[in-house]
Protein backbone atom coordinates (compact mmCIF):
# COMPACT_ATOMS: atom_id res chain seq x y z
CA UNK A 1 0.00 0.00 0.00
CA UNK A 2 1.21 2.98 -0.41
CA UNK A 3 1.89 5.82 2.22
CA UNK A 4 -0.60 8.43 2.98
CA UNK A 5 -0.92 11.02 5.84
CA UNK A 6 -2.92 9.75 8.97
CA UNK A 7 -4.92 11.08 11.34
CA UNK A 8 -5.80 9.83 15.01
CA UNK A 9 -9.54 11.10 15.65
CA UNK A 10 -12.40 10.45 18.13
CA UNK A 11 -10.00 7.64 19.07
CA UNK A 12 -10.05 5.97 15.42
CA UNK A 13 -6.89 5.47 13.06
CA UNK A 14 -8.38 6.87 9.49
CA UNK A 15 -6.61 8.97 6.24
CA UNK A 16 -6.18 12.40 6.89
CA UNK A 17 -8.49 13.35 4.36
CA UNK A 18 -11.16 11.35 6.15
CA UNK A 19 -10.88 13.35 9.13
CA UNK A 20 -13.53 15.72 9.22
CA UNK A 21 -14.98 17.87 12.51
CA UNK A 22 -18.17 20.51 12.43
CA UNK A 23 -17.65 24.04 11.50
CA UNK A 24 -19.26 24.76 14.47
CA UNK A 25 -16.26 23.49 16.30
CA UNK A 26 -15.62 26.21 19.70
CA UNK A 27 -11.72 25.84 18.94
CA UNK A 28 -12.25 27.37 15.30
CA UNK A 29 -14.26 30.00 15.91
CA UNK A 30 -12.31 31.59 19.40
CA UNK A 31 -8.66 29.81 19.30
CA UNK A 32 -9.49 27.57 21.97
CA UNK A 33 -6.72 24.53 21.66
CA UNK A 34 -3.12 23.87 22.19
CA UNK A 35 -1.07 21.78 19.84
CA UNK A 36 2.42 20.75 19.77
CA UNK A 37 4.49 19.41 16.93
CA UNK A 38 6.51 16.70 16.84
CA UNK A 39 9.31 16.16 14.20
CA UNK A 40 10.07 11.87 12.97
CA UNK A 41 13.55 12.58 11.34
CA UNK A 42 13.98 9.76 8.53
CA UNK A 43 18.01 8.70 8.26
CA UNK A 44 18.25 7.81 4.69
CA UNK A 45 21.14 5.49 5.44
CA UNK A 46 20.06 3.39 8.53
CA UNK A 47 17.01 3.47 6.59
CA UNK A 48 14.98 3.97 10.19
CA UNK A 49 12.67 7.32 11.24
CA UNK A 50 13.34 8.76 14.87
CA UNK A 51 10.77 10.87 16.46
CA UNK A 52 12.64 13.57 18.44
CA UNK A 53 11.65 14.12 22.09
CA UNK A 54 8.24 12.56 21.94
CA UNK A 55 7.64 12.27 25.46
CA UNK A 56 8.77 16.09 26.41
CA UNK A 57 5.70 17.54 23.76
CA UNK A 58 3.21 15.67 25.05
CA UNK A 59 4.21 17.04 28.66
CA UNK A 60 4.44 20.32 27.19
CA UNK A 61 0.97 19.60 25.71
CA UNK A 62 -1.00 18.44 28.95
CA UNK A 63 0.76 21.80 30.75
CA UNK A 64 -0.53 23.63 27.93
CA UNK A 65 -3.88 21.90 28.35
CA UNK A 66 -4.22 22.65 32.04
CA UNK A 67 -3.27 26.15 31.62
CA UNK A 68 -7.00 26.23 29.63
CA UNK A 69 -8.51 24.06 31.96
CA UNK A 70 -8.42 20.95 29.52
CA UNK A 71 -7.11 17.43 29.97
CA UNK A 72 -5.64 14.76 27.62
CA UNK A 73 -7.88 11.68 27.67
CA UNK A 74 -4.44 9.71 26.74
CA UNK A 75 -2.00 9.38 29.38
CA UNK A 76 1.66 9.82 28.42
CA UNK A 77 2.40 6.43 27.35
CA UNK A 78 -0.38 6.09 26.02
CA UNK A 79 0.11 8.81 23.44
CA UNK A 80 3.32 7.52 22.66
CA UNK A 81 2.18 4.38 21.42
CA UNK A 82 -0.60 5.87 19.47
CA UNK A 83 2.07 8.30 17.87
CA UNK A 84 3.86 5.20 17.01
CA UNK A 85 1.12 3.53 15.66
CA UNK A 86 -0.13 6.89 13.17
CA UNK A 87 3.47 6.84 11.74
CA UNK A 88 3.78 2.93 10.76
CA UNK A 89 0.12 3.49 9.47
CA UNK A 90 1.02 6.47 7.24
CA UNK A 91 4.17 4.29 5.81
CA UNK A 92 6.24 7.01 4.84
CA UNK A 93 10.22 6.69 4.61
CA UNK A 94 10.87 10.73 4.80
CA UNK A 95 10.97 13.54 7.26
CA UNK A 96 7.73 13.71 8.82
CA UNK A 97 5.69 16.06 11.13
CA UNK A 98 3.15 14.96 13.91
CA UNK A 99 0.38 17.83 14.98
CA UNK A 100 -1.26 16.22 18.01
CA UNK A 101 -3.93 18.88 19.16
CA UNK A 102 -6.03 19.36 22.81
CA UNK A 103 -8.91 20.89 21.57
CA UNK A 104 -12.89 22.54 22.46
CA UNK A 105 -14.79 20.30 20.55
CA UNK A 106 -18.29 20.94 21.51
CA UNK A 107 -20.71 22.63 18.61
CA UNK A 108 -21.07 25.06 20.56
CA UNK A 109 -21.19 29.30 20.53
CA UNK A 110 -19.98 31.53 23.29
CA UNK A 111 -16.53 32.40 24.37
CA UNK A 112 -15.27 30.58 27.76
CA UNK A 113 -13.72 27.97 28.84
CA UNK A 114 -15.62 26.08 31.24
CA UNK A 115 -18.64 23.40 30.41
CA UNK A 116 -17.51 23.04 26.79
CA UNK A 117 -16.18 19.55 26.20
CA UNK A 118 -12.98 18.83 24.53
CA UNK A 119 -11.23 16.18 22.58
CA UNK A 120 -7.86 15.11 21.07
CA UNK A 121 -6.87 14.83 17.56
CA UNK A 122 -3.55 14.35 16.05
CA UNK A 123 -2.08 13.53 12.25
CA UNK A 124 1.26 12.98 10.24
CA UNK A 125 2.05 14.34 7.16
CA UNK A 126 5.59 14.50 5.35
CA UNK A 127 7.32 17.87 5.96
CA UNK A 128 10.65 18.58 4.94
CA UNK A 129 12.85 21.42 5.81
CA UNK A 130 10.69 24.74 6.90
CA UNK A 131 13.71 27.56 6.18
CA UNK A 132 16.29 27.52 4.26
CA UNK A 133 19.16 26.81 5.87
CA UNK A 134 21.54 26.52 3.32
CA UNK A 135 23.56 29.88 4.28
CA UNK A 136 20.99 31.34 6.81
CA UNK A 137 17.93 33.14 7.10
CA UNK A 138 17.60 37.10 6.63
CA UNK A 139 15.41 38.31 9.80
CA UNK A 140 14.14 41.65 11.00
CA UNK A 141 12.41 42.89 13.96
CA UNK A 142 8.66 42.84 13.81
CA UNK A 143 6.44 46.04 14.23
CA UNK A 144 4.28 43.29 15.92
CA UNK A 145 5.22 42.72 19.85
CA UNK A 146 5.29 39.17 21.19
CA UNK A 147 1.63 38.54 23.22
CA UNK A 148 2.31 39.09 27.12
CA UNK A 149 1.85 37.07 29.35
CA UNK A 150 -0.91 39.33 30.57
CA UNK A 151 -3.06 38.85 27.90
CA UNK A 152 -2.15 35.17 26.66
CA UNK A 153 -0.78 32.69 29.11
CA UNK A 154 2.64 32.49 26.40
CA UNK A 155 4.35 29.67 27.77
CA UNK A 156 1.45 27.22 27.01
CA UNK A 157 1.23 26.54 23.20
CA UNK A 158 -2.42 27.97 22.05
CA UNK A 159 -3.90 27.99 18.59
CA UNK A 160 -5.41 31.82 19.27
CA UNK A 161 -2.26 33.21 20.18
CA UNK A 162 -0.55 32.05 16.76
CA UNK A 163 -2.42 35.35 15.04
CA UNK A 164 0.82 37.44 16.69
CA UNK A 165 2.53 35.44 15.18
CA UNK A 166 1.23 34.94 11.84
CA UNK A 167 1.11 38.98 11.87
CA UNK A 168 4.54 38.87 12.11
CA UNK A 169 5.57 35.74 9.98
CA UNK A 170 3.13 37.75 7.13
CA UNK A 171 4.54 41.41 7.70
CA UNK A 172 8.42 39.64 7.54
CA UNK A 173 7.90 37.69 4.19
CA UNK A 174 5.92 40.12 2.35
CA UNK A 175 8.88 42.54 3.14
CA UNK A 176 11.27 40.31 1.66
CA UNK A 177 12.49 38.42 4.84
CA UNK A 178 12.52 34.73 5.59
CA UNK A 179 11.55 35.41 9.40
CA UNK A 180 10.65 38.00 12.10
CA UNK A 181 11.70 38.62 15.61
CA UNK A 182 9.73 39.76 18.20
CA UNK A 183 10.25 42.02 20.89
CA UNK A 184 8.05 41.55 24.32
CA UNK A 185 6.60 44.83 25.25
CA UNK A 186 9.56 45.99 27.10
CA UNK A 187 11.27 46.04 24.12
CA UNK A 188 13.45 43.01 24.79
CA UNK A 189 14.13 40.52 22.41
CA UNK A 190 11.46 37.73 22.44
CA UNK A 191 11.44 34.95 19.93
CA UNK A 192 10.93 34.24 16.01
CA UNK A 193 7.30 33.45 14.72
CA UNK A 194 7.67 29.66 15.90
CA UNK A 195 11.72 29.99 16.81
CA UNK A 196 13.60 30.34 20.00
CA UNK A 197 16.62 33.34 19.24
CA UNK A 198 20.14 32.53 20.56
CA UNK A 199 23.25 34.65 19.81
CA UNK A 200 26.49 34.08 20.81
CA UNK A 201 29.34 36.37 21.33
CA UNK A 202 33.19 36.16 22.70
CA UNK A 203 32.77 32.40 22.78
CA UNK A 204 29.31 32.76 25.39
CA UNK A 205 25.88 31.63 24.35
CA UNK A 206 22.69 33.96 25.05
CA UNK A 207 18.93 33.53 24.82
CA UNK A 208 16.32 35.03 26.05
CA UNK A 209 14.99 33.93 29.76
CA UNK A 210 11.45 32.17 29.94
CA UNK A 211 9.66 35.41 31.35
CA UNK A 212 10.63 37.43 28.11
CA UNK A 213 7.40 35.91 26.50
CA UNK A 214 9.29 33.08 24.95
CA UNK A 215 7.63 29.60 24.12
CA UNK A 216 10.17 27.30 26.16
CA UNK A 217 11.17 25.57 23.03
CA UNK A 218 12.28 21.85 23.59
CA UNK A 219 14.54 22.53 20.87
CA UNK A 220 16.26 25.27 22.87
CA UNK A 221 16.77 23.05 25.35
CA UNK A 222 18.12 20.70 23.40
CA UNK A 223 20.91 22.87 22.03
CA UNK A 224 21.69 23.97 25.39
CA UNK A 225 21.98 20.69 26.71
CA UNK A 226 24.72 19.98 23.97
CA UNK A 227 26.66 23.12 23.78
CA UNK A 228 27.55 22.74 27.47
CA UNK A 229 28.03 18.89 27.10
CA UNK A 230 29.37 18.27 23.49
CA UNK A 231 31.51 21.82 23.38
CA UNK A 232 31.91 22.74 27.07
CA UNK A 233 29.84 26.39 26.22
CA UNK A 234 27.39 27.79 28.84
CA UNK A 235 24.35 29.61 27.91
CA UNK A 236 23.59 32.35 29.55
CA UNK A 237 19.76 33.01 30.51
CA UNK A 238 19.39 36.88 30.16
CA UNK A 239 17.26 39.67 28.93
CA UNK A 240 18.84 40.84 24.94
CA UNK A 241 18.24 43.75 23.46
CA UNK A 242 17.54 44.61 19.35
CA UNK A 243 21.06 46.51 18.69
CA UNK A 244 22.98 43.63 20.56
CA UNK A 245 21.67 40.98 17.95
CA UNK A 246 23.06 43.58 14.85
CA UNK A 247 26.96 43.24 16.18
CA UNK A 248 26.93 39.70 17.79
CA UNK A 249 29.12 37.25 16.75
CA UNK A 250 26.78 35.33 15.65
CA UNK A 251 23.20 34.52 16.01
CA UNK A 252 20.78 31.64 15.03
CA UNK A 253 17.45 30.36 15.77
CA UNK A 254 15.76 27.00 17.14
CA UNK A 255 12.64 25.08 16.59
CA UNK A 256 11.28 21.64 16.20
CA UNK A 257 9.68 22.94 12.64
CA UNK A 258 13.24 25.27 11.66
CA UNK A 259 15.99 23.00 13.45
CA UNK A 260 19.07 24.72 14.35
CA UNK A 261 18.53 28.03 11.50
CA UNK A 262 21.36 30.38 11.52
CA UNK A 263 20.89 33.71 10.69
CA UNK A 264 23.11 35.66 8.33
CA UNK A 265 21.63 39.17 8.97
CA UNK A 266 18.94 41.06 11.59
CA UNK A 267 17.50 44.18 9.93
CA UNK A 268 19.80 44.15 7.18
CA UNK A 269 22.85 43.90 9.29
CA UNK A 270 24.89 41.27 8.29
CA UNK A 271 25.94 38.63 10.82
CA UNK A 272 29.77 37.22 10.88
CA UNK A 273 29.67 38.83 7.14
CA UNK A 274 26.38 36.76 5.96
CA UNK A 275 28.88 33.57 6.88
CA UNK A 276 27.14 30.86 9.26
CA UNK A 277 29.94 31.15 12.50
CA UNK A 278 31.72 28.60 13.66
CA UNK A 279 30.35 27.13 17.13
CA UNK A 280 26.41 27.55 15.20
CA UNK A 281 27.97 25.69 12.40
CA UNK A 282 29.36 22.72 15.38
CA UNK A 283 25.68 22.94 17.16
CA UNK A 284 24.07 22.40 13.42
CA UNK A 285 26.22 19.66 12.88
CA UNK A 286 25.66 18.19 16.59
CA UNK A 287 21.37 18.63 16.66
CA UNK A 288 21.87 16.94 12.81
CA UNK A 289 23.88 14.05 14.25
CA UNK A 290 21.58 13.53 17.41
CA UNK A 291 18.20 13.66 15.87
CA UNK A 292 19.41 10.91 13.33
CA UNK A 293 20.22 8.95 15.70
CA UNK A 294 24.82 9.32 15.05
CA UNK A 295 25.45 10.63 18.10
CA UNK A 296 26.12 8.41 21.17
CA UNK A 297 24.34 9.45 24.65
CA UNK A 298 21.61 11.02 22.79
CA UNK A 299 19.81 7.96 22.14
CA UNK A 300 17.24 8.45 24.97
CA UNK A 301 15.77 11.92 22.94
CA UNK A 302 14.80 9.32 20.26
CA UNK A 303 12.24 6.92 19.78
CA UNK A 304 12.98 4.82 16.41
CA UNK A 305 9.98 3.68 14.59
CA UNK A 306 10.04 1.02 11.58
CA UNK A 307 7.97 2.64 8.82
CA UNK A 308 7.34 -0.22 6.44
CA UNK A 309 9.83 -1.69 3.88
CA UNK A 310 8.88 0.79 1.42
N1 LIG B 1 8.42 29.75 19.89
C1 LIG B 1 7.25 29.58 19.23
C2 LIG B 1 6.27 30.70 19.19
C3 LIG B 1 6.99 28.35 18.61
O1 LIG B 1 5.84 28.17 17.95
C4 LIG B 1 7.96 27.32 18.64
C5 LIG B 1 7.70 26.02 17.95
N2 LIG B 1 7.02 25.12 18.78
C6 LIG B 1 9.15 27.55 19.34
C7 LIG B 1 9.34 28.78 19.96
C8 LIG B 1 10.20 26.49 19.45
O2 LIG B 1 9.79 25.45 20.30
P1 LIG B 1 10.25 23.95 20.04
O3 LIG B 1 11.72 23.95 19.97
O4 LIG B 1 9.75 23.20 21.25
O5 LIG B 1 9.61 23.50 18.79
Redesign the pocket.
Given at each position: MSAQPMAYLQGEFLPLADAKISIMTHALHYGTAVFE?IRANWNAESEQLYLFRMRE?YE?LRKSAHALMMELPLSDDELCEMTIELIQRAGFREDLYVRPMVYKSADALGVRLHGIAEDFLAFVIPWGAYLDTEGGVHVVTSSWRRSEDTSIPVRA?VTGVYIN?ALAKTEAETAGFDEAIMLNDDGHVS??????IFMINDGVIYTPPSNDN??V????ASVIELAEQELGIPTVERTIDRSELWIADEVFM????AHVTPISSVDRRSINGGETGPITAQLERLYFDAILGRLEGYEHWLTPVDSGSG
Open positions: GHRKSEGSGENILGITRTGTA
